[in-house]
């Protein structure tokens, strides 16, 4: 019988996995931002609400735990997450209050938005799981990181305050 070396599996693993699924869902939650400002703009809802974040990141140590990745880290993760939508909200409302005449006509509604939102979280939550391993590569996280970043922004076509956002929501991953 052939058994085959953990280390090994665990190399080719480390090799194969890349950030681009998880750079992805950070940035599409980033640019969800978007809509919760044009809501908040429309409902004059403050940009932080606290009881809101404290389940999220309850629920999120809670599913942690339940797949086997650390709950810190993976609170850690989600609160820069939430701070990175902070920084869209922050910048678009102020941008719209300077800019009236660029400021959305329309806001949708926030619940439905939140709906959203809790779907990315589990999508987040599965990419965490496959990237876990990734996580703890220190150098080759970090290039891994770096990679992924630069072809989501080209990709979404970012501007400044959304690169400014990635920044923020990738500060925990490695
Ligand atoms: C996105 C919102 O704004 C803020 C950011 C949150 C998030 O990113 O999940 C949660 C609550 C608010 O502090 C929201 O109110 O839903």
New binding site residues.
């Given amino acids: 019988t052939t058994v085959p070396a953990a280390p090994a599996v665990h190399e080719a693993a480390t090799r194969a996995a890349t950030f681009d699924g998880l750079t992805e869902l950070m940035i599409q939650r980033i640019v969800i931002?978007d809509d919760?400002a044009a809501s908040k703009y429309f409902s004059g809802k403050p940009?932080?609400?606290?009881v809101?974040?404290q389940q999220?990141l309850d629920s999120v140590r809670q599913s942690a735990v339940q797949l086997g990745i650390d709950p810190d880290s993976t609170a850690a993760f989600f609160q820069a997450?939430?701070d990175a939508?902070?920084v869209v909200?922050r910048g678009l409302l102020a941008y719209w209050a300077a800019h009236p005449d660029k400021a959305p006509t329309s806001g949708p509604d926030?619940n439905v938005?939140?709906e959203k939102?809790d779907a990315l979280t589990t999508q987040l939550l599965a990419e965490l799981v496959r990237v876990d391993h990734l996580r703890q590569t220190g150098l080759r996280c970090d290039i891994s990181l770096v990679v992924s970043i630069a072809t989501g922004e080209i990709r979404h076509h970012l501007d400044a305050l959304h690169r400014q956002a990635v920044r923020t929501a990738s500060a925990t991953v490695c």
């Fill in positions: 931002g919760v940009v932080d609400d606290p809101r974040e999220i997450q939430i939508s902070k909200q926030l938005i939140r939102l």
